[in-house]
């Protein structure tokens, strides 16, 4: 099935660090989601965005939906342990249509 | 926000041996529930879309008569390997998208590992 190109593939940083990854797509979608995954865990949504040019900010987490409709960006500022997991992008056509994922962003907060 | 409850979390089975998992969601009505796979280190793929009441969309490549899918009420869908194999170990995600919401929420997983 179709996947969404998300890089960086995964990260090293130091903790405070402020982290920034993105999701590109060959195709229009009018949804995009954020999920975070821990180990052996479900995503758990972080952010939804569903505006062309839409910027959205949970926390120490922002958001946008690019003005192309075929990208997006998350970024995490001042990096804490527990944002150590992996980050996949979703995009989505039409409500209620299937989601379609990124590859994922291994995120890693070095000591 | 809405809960997606999966069970069971990790099983263990022979090969030949048919494993069945539960998806439920625990406060709200979801007509539509969808199964993932999840291979080590890789994405999630959809494998199928589990409609209340009628028969369940497969996607390309999935076999449907050896991952069978039941959705026989509004909080509840089932996925059963059938006759799994070594090759079926993977990580089984479920999720369902509550209306009031107009979001999807996940569950927590199950691994398989089938020796």
């Known amino acids: 099935g179709q996947q969404l190109n998300q890089s960086p593939q995964s990260m090293f940083i130091q903790e405070g660090e402020d982290v920034s990854m993105n999701c590109t797509s060959s195709?229009?979608?009018?949804?995009w989601l954020w999920y975070k995954q821990d180990p052996g865990e479900g995503p758990v949504l972080l952010i939804a965005?569903?505006?062309?040019?839409e910027l959205t900010s949970n926390g120490r987490l922002t958001a946008q939906f690019g003005i192309t409709r075929k990208d997006s960006f998350l970024n995490i500022s001042a990096s804490i342990p527990s944002d150590v997991g992996i980050y996949f992008c979703?995009?989505?056509?039409?409500?209620?249509?299937?989601?379609?994922f990124g590859t994922g962003t291994r995120l890693t907060i070095i000591p | 926000g809405a809960v997606v409850s999966q069970h069971p979390s990790r099983v263990i089975c022979k090969s030949g041996t048919s494993v069945k998992i539960e998806c439920r969601s625990l406060?709200?009505?979801?007509?539509?529930m969808f199964w993932y796979r999840q291979f080590p280190k890789q994405s999630l793929m959809l494998m199928a879309t589990s409609n209340e009441g009628s028969k369940a969309t497969y996607e390309q490549g999935v076999e449907k008569d050896k991952f069978l899918i039941n959705h026989a009420s509004l909080t509840l869908s089932t996925l059963t390997v059938t006759s799994a194999h070594p090759e079926d170990s993977s990580f089984y995600i479920c999720?369902?998208?509550?209306?009031?919401?107009?979001?999807?929420?996940f569950g927590s997983g199950t691994q398989l590992s089938v020796l």
């Open positions: 965005l569903y505006k062309a040019g």
């Open positions: 195709s229009i979608f009018n949804t």
């Open positions: 406060d709200f009505q979801a007509t539509t």
């Open positions: 979703a995009g989505q056509p039409l409500a209620n249509e299937k989601l379609t």
């Open positions: 999720s369902a998208r509550d209306p009031g919401w107009e979001k999807l929420f």
